[in-house]
């Protein structure tokens, strides 16, 4: 019996939990590069200008596979700040239908983390970059 993956909202919710209970965007910003050290190592297969993502302050690759309906990610960064701002998106993201993928409106989302605030706008750009190449993989699977 395999076990049922919770949906993009449930995760969502999670993590405004988690954001909730820090008391500033310094305790955030750690929060968010923790998750980044937890991501494991992208092979070297992956690091290549095909998964590079433009847009970002750091170099960002993200490389991603289709089971079934479902994408799953990898991805990684030289940065902690980008690394952790991928970690948050693979958590979203990772391992969901292309349809829920497209449907999710993550601005709002991310806005309701207050994440894009919290960066410098070449970051908030680059994690926009970062969500708009997950949106294009979903789109390709239709």
Known sequence: MTEAVASIDDILAELVEDFEVLEDWEQRLAYVIDLGKALPPLPEA????ANKVPGCAAQVWLAGDRNGERLLFRADSDSA???GNVALLLRLYSD?????ILAFDAKAALDRLGLPQALTRQRANGLNAMVGRIRQAALEVG
């Open 81 to 83: 700040i980008s690394r």
């Open 46 to 49: 992956d690091r290549t200008e």
């Open 96 to 100: 969901q239908p292309a349809r829920e």
